[in-house]
Every structure is written in C-alpha cells, then in structure tokens.
Antibody, heavy 119, light 106 residues
C-alpha cells in the first residue's frame, strides 16, 4: 500500500535552516509528482510546493519562493524540502502528498512532521 | 490569488441528518475544485475532485456539485465517522484551500 513517511522536524531557532525528507513506498515514485502542504497548529491547510515526476517542473506558493527548495531523488524514492531562514510563521506540520490528476490535487498524504520555530 | 470562503464555519448536526457545506471562490475556478476531510491527528483525505467525482473508496453518501464560483458538498445521511473538518481546494490558479467547516455532533 502507499506509504509516505516524513522526517526531519523538530524545534529550531529563528533564522536556522533544515531539510525535511519524505520516504515513499508502495507505488512507482518516479512517475508521480509530489507535493508539500503545511498546517499551522489549529489552523487550515497551505500549499507549499509541487515537483514533477522527474524534477523538471517545480512551483512554489509565492510567499515561500526564495526560502524553500523542493527536490527529489528518484533512486532513493525520497522527496525533500529545504527550508532556509526559518521564521515563527513557519511553525506547522509539514505533509508530503502524492500527486493526483496531473498536479491538480493530492490523493495520499503522510502523517506529517512538526516543525516548531521558537527562540 | 483565488480566495476560497467556506460556510458555515461550524455545523452542528446529528447522525442520520443531511449536511450541506458551501465553498465560494473569489473568481471562477471552472470545475477545478476538490473536497477533503480531516479528523483530529490525521492528515486530510481526498473525498471529491473535479467538483463531483468521488475519490476511490469514498461512500456514495458524499456528493459534490456546483460550477464557476459556488460549490456544495452534501452528505446525505451522516454517519458517526463523518464528524470532522472539511476543506475545499481549488486548482484553477495555483492551489489554495478554504478555511474549513467544522462539523460537530449535536
């Protein structure tokens, strides 16, 4: 069955950098686009970024351009999110999710990893 | 950016009742709209896509309708496991979610 397992979250100081990972299994990772979506504690959902199956298509939510970098390693079935210059507003659960209907939606989600930014 | 608004913010109903949730877009999103369900401590689950198509494994009591800027998710007869938060999402102009409708047991 489809499994997405995020890792790399924790407590970080403002200004720091971190890289989240998402290990995928149970489906042919290399033919699917992948997404990051985040959810601040007690709040709604916010799209972060999408990457095409081979990494050539990438798009970010405007407010995250320049600070976040999405990437993937198809040989390792792993999705990444590099986050630089963390701010308290980046505190959220970060979910990776599988592409559905040519990047219009997502169908499978991981359980998420919590990133907490605090001084 | 397309802004989605959802109403009501909270809906209190009893099992067996019919639920009607609304999602309105700030501009037309054509038929590029989905609904997700989220329970506490869990990731969202895709229910409906392209306005009215049920995702794999979603019961027939869930249905979607609408076009352009006004959309509705209907749950025909609520089951105890349906009490959750529901989000709409558009894919016409990048991707944005609505703020959610929380459905509580009355």
């Amino acid at each position: 069955q489809v499994q997405l397992v995020e890792s790399g979250g924790g407590v970080f100081q403002p200004g720091r950098s971190l890289r989240l990972s998402c290990a995928a299994s149970g489906f042919p990772f290399s033919i699917y686009g992948m997404h990051w979506v985040r959810q601040a504690p007690g709040k709604g959902l916010e799209w972060v970024a999408v990457i095409g199956h081979d990494g050539t298509y990438i798009h970010y939510t405007e407010s995250m351009k320049g600070r976040f970098t999405i990437s993937r390693d198809n040989s390792k079935n792993t999705l990444y999110l590099q986050m630089n210059g963390l701010g308290v507003e980046d505190t959220a659960v970060y979910y990776c999710a599988r592409d559905f209907e040519i990047s219009k939606y997502v169908d499978y989600w991981g359980q998420g990893t919590l990133v907490s930014v605090s001084s | 950016e397309v802004v989605l608004t959802q109403s009501p913010a909270t809906l209190s109903l009893s099992p067996g009742e019919r639920a009607t949730l609304s999602c309105r877009a700030s501009q037309s999103v054509s038929n590029c709209l989905a609904w997700y369900q989220q329970k506490p401590g869990q990731p969202p689950r895709l229910l409906i896509y392209d306005v009215s198509k049920r995702a794999t494994g979603i019961p027939a009591r869930f249905s979607g309708s609408g076009s352009g800027t006004d959309f509705t998710l209907t749950i025909s007869s609520l089951e105890p496991e349906d009490f959750a938060v529901y989000y709409c999402q558009q894919c016409s102009n990048w991707r944005t979610f609505g703020p959610g409708t929380r459905m509580d047991i009355k």
